[in-house]
Every structure is written in structure tokens, then in C-alpha cells.
């Protein structure tokens, strides 16, 4: 019986060495030069030694990578889904070197060189977390850049072990790179059933069951950053800026109650059963399997970083970023905003219409890094096609086209110039009032009208850190329906000056979203030539598509405007009724001036019924659709016109 079961063992480990040696991840893209390297500059293979903490992700890849038999990490439709080429080209994986970040964290330094290190050590805590502990828990902090430049560890990003490696100790409650990491060399996952040999052979890790893994709070230690604030000369004022809280505002939505966690929105799940590893093909298919797609919002950056990967020394495949791309314009268009312009009234020599705007996501919107803004466009374009009024214009830069001396456009709700528009975004003020960019230095907050999400409360426990600025707060339908919170929507209102015209219009409103406009970019510019960091992000910045995203459209065409003359009287000597009613039938009654034409529109400003009379009729009666809603009706009159809405309830 041991000699049958000393056969069995061999011949199973030999299986396995050769599943390994049939499945190893493809050189082009795990290169050895960049794999094991640990911060004193060694190389070493073979499982975890005692005095380390975290493994290189090319380590995970022989088994999580790609399966060259299409036999494990595939979907049922034979799909390649495998963790590592998803995750390599996702903003996690290449946090470590992203030039953005790399950049701002060198100008927080220049800015107030005395806190250099101490600034270094937090922004690697969360981009750099495995170069960062490996450091703190061999006692080698504070990590800073220069550390990070040499060790292939901290540059791997957000990789495996920098997750896995987490463990269920306070979470929800520790922000700010606080990340409580088991130095036991074990790896949560979110199946239980766990085949754990591999892995302990192997690399000498532990793969373990914990459901923490899958809820929201796994990710706060980084996803809530609070600052401590300095003045213009770098001294402290003992007080705290907000300048992330993307956990804060997930908590304060509708999505954990509907058990909507971060996890299931950016690791798009699989509901049907994926084996994980390569060459095991006895274990069991694994559901639902997340994606580690890590989907956001950020295609600036992963195209500019796909187009300047050589340089950076990145070695994911174009196919790999391509797709990276793919899923997060996707997700832009599908998942961010739903937008509906409505016409409601041609009122004296004006044209009226609303544009409802609502938050799809479990956060607010823009969320994260406070360079990002949404800007919604609102155009009218005459029968000729010249433009009638045009709000929210942008260059191709996305940056505003008009921005007032404060550097800023406040929220607006109604909005009738050109010189007004809406942008969604979050502004940071100094000790001074004054708008910085110099994340150390933001100490008010000048502006919040970002959209927040369905269910979002000012009475929730986490208001002081997701608080929006007083004009959102005061807007009567930011995330309100008659005074009661968490709609999660926003409704603009325009009334848009015709100076006499009469003719058809068309309506067009947009939503565009844009990761980083130049005027964010001004104060680390100017110390260009102080910084390789700087100078090398400048040389990419300028060299990159910086369009803004069209995450949302909508359009009212055709809107016959008869005639914009009104006399006001005409509003106290002509009634309909009944309103609201309940068959369609309407009656119009005019005391001095006779009814010449009545035009119904619908909600989208459509004309849905046309009525000409010939006769001096001073009474009419109408029937409308059968579509219960709100409806537009306009009054032609020998005096002028007259707008009124309607609804059929």
C-alpha cells in the first residue's frame, strides 16, 4: 500500500513539473532581467525565503498567466480570460510606473523639499505597496523614488501579492496606504475548497479562503486618502484635506445594500464555472470568477502609457492594452452617466429645455485623483445650420474655451450665456482661498459638484468626507425630488435666447469626460528642467491624444419656433384645463384673441400634434396621444403665442 501510494505521489509531481514546464508565460512578456528582483538588487527563484514578504507577479503567471493548451483560463465561449494579461495593462498593474504619477510626486517634493521623503514613503504606500512594506518590514523606510527605480518589486504596481496578501484586520477604518498585510506568506482568495499544495510547493505560499476579499471595505486603505495640509511655506496648520474618498462615497450610496461591491462593477464577474490554473486541470472550475480587469475610467493614461511602454520599461503586449482600452471606453459610455434633454417651453423671445443627468456608478462621478472633470456641452443649432448658443465649449485639450478669474466655473442650475457652463469636478483651495493643484497645499475645498450616487446623503456618517460645495448643495434637483435626497441625478436648466428668431432648431446634449486638463498640469510645469520625472511626463504629455471622452449624447431636433413675440397678457386671458387629465381630451378657452394654430410637443420635442384654424375660434378642443407623460403645448394666437405644460396622468 506505500509502495502503490509513493507511485501515485511521483507520478503526480511529475506531472506537475512538466505542466509547469509546458505553461510558462511567453519571454516576450515577463522578460527574466525584470523578474525577482528585490530592493538590495538580488535575484533569487524558488519559493518565498523566511525574510521576504511578497512575490514578483511573474511568479503568479505560470499558473494565473496564459495557457498556451487553452484549457485553463478560458470562458465556455473559449475566451482567453487569464488574470495576468488583464491585469498587467489595467491602471493597478502599472501603477508603479505610471509617469503621471511618478511626475506629481517629484513636484509635491520640489514644492516642499524639507517633506521629500516623508511624501515619497505615503504616495508608494498604495502604487508601489509591495516595494514599500518590503522596505518598512525589513526596516528600510522610508521608500522613496530612487528606491522604486531600482527595484522591479515596487514597480510591478498593484500586482498579486499586493492584494492577496491582505488581511482582514481592521479594514473599512484604515486609509491612507494603512494596508494591514499577513507577513505569513499566505494568499486570501475568494473560493473556498482551496487546492493548496502548488502553491506551497511551489512559491511557499498558503492560498487560503476569506470572504474580505470580495467586499467593498478590502479596498479602503487606499481608495480613502486624506492629507495633512501644509501653508505656502510648507509648515503644517494642524489641519486635513480629503483629496480621495472613493470608499467614503461607495458607502454612502444605494450599492452596499444591494451588496454592489467594488469588486463586482471593476472585476467584471463570470457566472459560469473557470479553471484558474494552468496544467491543474483536475481542479474544479471556479464561480463566479472575477476578471482582473480592474476597469475604470482612465484610457488617457493607459494610452499614453501603451504608446511610450518601451521607455518605461513595460513589457505587456499592444493586444493586451488594446483591450485594456476596449473595456474602459466601454465602460465610460455604458456605466457612467444616463443623459436626456428635454424641451419644455418657448417662453417670450427664449426657448426653454432641461437636461437630466444620472449617476450610474456606486461613487461619485468623476471619482478618484481630483484632475478629472465631466463636462457637459449643451448646443443649439439654427435650421442653416449657425450656431444659436453654444455652452460648454472646450479646445482639443479639453480644457475650457472660458474660465472665470477664480480658475474655476462654479455649479451652475440655470444657465442662459454662453459664458456659463457645467463642469462636474472637484477644486482644491490653499490656506489662502486661492486654487492649488499642490496636493500638500489643499486645505479648503473650493468646489464640489462631482454627480454622486443613487441613495447619497448628507445625513450619512461619512458626509465630512464626501461633502459636496454650497451651490450643489443648495440646487433644489441636485440628488433631490422634492426636497428629499439620493436621486443621484442632476437636472441643468437653459433658457437660450432666440433675438427674434423664427425657424426650426436643433438640440444637442453632451457629456464628455477628461482625466487631465492642461490647467491641472500648470503649477508642476513650471519646474520643468528641475526633474527627469517632470521633463519625461511633459515630453509624453505633449506627444498624446488628449480628447476628451463623449460618454453620453442626446438630441431634440426639428423644434419649430413660430414666433417669438409674446405679449404677457396672453398668460391671464388663456386657460387650459383640465390639468392633469386623465383621458387626453384638453380644452383651450381664449377671453381676447382668437386661436390661429396649436402645436403639441412631447418630453423629447417632438411635435405630436399640429392643429391650423381658419375660423376666429376663441375655443379649441384637443385630444393627446395616448402616451401618458408631460407634454408641451404652444399657443398661436393673433396677439403672439403662448407655451403651457400639460400632463396625462
Not at 510547493?201 to 495640509?229: A, D, K, Q, W
Not at 477644486?427 to 486654487?435: A, L, Q, T, W
Not at 489643499?442 to 459636496?468: A, C
Request: charged share 15%.
Amino acid at each position: 500500500m506505500k509502495k502503490n501510494l509513493l507511485i501515485v505521489t511521483v507520478f503526480t509531481l511529475i506531472i506537475t513539473l512538466l505542466s509547469f514546464a509546458n505553461f510558462d508565460a511567453p519571454s516576450d512578456r515577463f522578460p527574466s532581467h525584470i523578474a525577482y528582483k528585490s530592493i538590495e538588487g538580488t535575484l533569487r527563484g524558488g519559493p518565498i525565503e523566511p525574510d521576504e514578504h511578497f512575490l514578483h507577479p511573474t511568479r503568479c503567471a505560470g499558473c494565473h498567466g496564459y495557457d498556451s493548451l487553452h484549457i485553463a483560463n478560458i470562458d465556455a465561449d473559449g475566451n482567453d480570460i487569464n488574470l495576468v494579461d488583464d491585469w498587467e495593462t489595467s491602471m493597478m498593474g502599472l501603477a508603479g510606473k505610471d509617469p503621471l504619477w511618478l511626475a506629481k510626486v517629484r513636484h509635491e517634493s520640489l514644492v516642499n523639499p524639507a517633506h521629500a521623503g516623508e511624501l515619497q514613503n505615503l504616495c508608494t504606500s498604495c502604487h508601489a505597496p509591495m516595494g514599500h512594506y518590503k522596505a518598512f518590514f525589513n526596516g528600510l523606510a522610508p521608500y522613496s523614488l530612487a528606491n522604486l527605480a531600482t527595484d522591479s518589486l515596487g514597480q510591478a504596481g498593484v500586482a498579486c501579492m499586493g492584494c492577496h496578501s491582505i488581511k482582514d484586520e481592521n479594514l473599512g477604518s484604515r486609509f491612507t496606504g494603512d494596508i494591514p498585510y499577513d507577513t505569513n506568506h499566505v494568499a486570501y482568495g475568494p473560493f473556498v475548497g482551496v487546492m493548496e499544495g502548488p502553491m506551497q510547493l511551489y512559491v511557499g505560499i498558503l492560498p487560503m479562503y476569506s470572504p474580505h476579499v470580495s467586499e467593498g471595505r478590502f479596498c479602503s486603505p487606499c481608495h480613502t486618502l486624506i492629507s495633512n495640509t501644509v501653508d505656502l511655506s510648507g509648515n503644517p496648520t494642524g489641519g486635513t484635506f480629503v483629496e480621495q474618498a472613493t470608499y467614503h462615497e461607495w458607502l454612502n450610496s444605494s450599492y452596499p445594500a444591494l451588496d454592489k461591491s467594488c469588486q463586482k462593477c471593476h472585476m467584471p464577474q463570470i457566472e459560469e464555472p473557470v479553471k484558474i490554473a494552468v496544467g491543474y486541470t483536475a481542479i474544479p472550475g471556479r464561480t463566479p470568477f472575477n476578471q482582473h480587469k480592474f476597469t475604470g475610467a482612465n484610457s488617457y493614461m493607459v494610452n499614453l502609457i501603451k504608446n511610450n511602454k518601451t521607455t518605461l520599461g513595460i513589457s505587456a503586449r499592444d493586444v493586451n492594452f488594446d483591450e485594456t482600452l476596449r473595456d474602459i471606453t466601454d465602460n465610460l459610455k455604458n456605466n457612467t452617466v444616463n443623459l436626456e434633454v428635454s424641451f419644455i417651453s418657448q417662453a417670450s423671445d427664449s426657448i426653454n429645455f432641461e437636461v437630466k443627468l444620472e449617476n450610474k456608478a456606486g461613487h461619485k462621478f468623476p471619482s478618484g485623483y481630483p484632475s478629472r472633470r465631466a463636462i457637459l456641452q449643451f448646443v443649439v443649432v439654427k435650421e442653416n445650420g449657425d450656431t444659436l448658443f453654444a455652452s460648454g465649449k472646450f479646445n482639443n485639450a479639453g480644457e475650457m474655451l472660458q474660465t472665470p478669474s477664480s480658475g474655476y466655473e462654479p455649479h451652475h442650475n440655470f444657465i442662459n450665456s454662453q459664458n456659463q457652463s457645467q463642469i462636474y469636478e472637484m477644486v482644491m483651495g490653499d490656506v489662502s482661498g486661492n486654487k492649488t493643484t499642490v496636493l500638500e497645499r489643499s486645505s479648503i475645498l473650493l468646489k464640489d459638484n462631482r454627480l454622486v450616487p443613487k441613495g447619497f446623503s448628507t445625513s450619512h456618517y461619512t458626509y465630512d468626507t464626501v461633502k459636496m460645495d454650497a451651490l450643489a448643495n443648495a440646487d433644489s434637483d441636485f440628488n433631490k425630488n422634492a426636497g428629499i435626497q439620493g436621486t443621484g441625478s442632476d437636472i441643468v436648466h437653459f433658457q437660450i435666447p432666440l433675438n427674434g428668431y423664427v425657424g426650426k432648431v436643433h438640440t444637442y446634449a453632451s457629456m464628455h469626460y477628461v482625466v487631465l486638463p492642461p490647467s491641472f498640469l500648470t503649477e508642476m510645469f513650471s519646474w520643468l528642467g528641475s526633474s527627469t520625472e517632470i521633463d519625461a511626463f511633459n515630453a509624453m504629455y505633449i506627444a498624446s491624444d488628449k480628447a476628451p471622452v463623449q460618454i453620453a449624447i442626446d438630441s431634440i431636433k426639428n423644434i419649430n419656433i413660430i414666433n417669438s413675440v409674446l405679449d404677457i397678457s396672453l398668460s391671464n386671458s388663456i386657460s387650459v384645463f383640465p390639468n392633469p387629465t386623465l383621458d387626453g381630451a384638453v380644452y383651450i378657452e381664449s377671453k381676447t384673441s382668437a386661436i390661429m394654430g396649436i402645436q403639441v410637443f412631447n418630453s423629447k420635442g417632438q411635435l405630436v400634434l399640429n392643429i391650423n384654424n381658419k375660423s376666429n375660434l376663441k375655443s379649441q378642443k384637443i385630444l393627446l396621444p395616448d402616451e401618458k407623460g408631460l407634454y408641451y403645448i404652444n399657443i398661436i394666437t393673433q396677439k403672439g403665442n403662448i407655451s403651457k405644460k400639460l400632463l396625462r396622468i
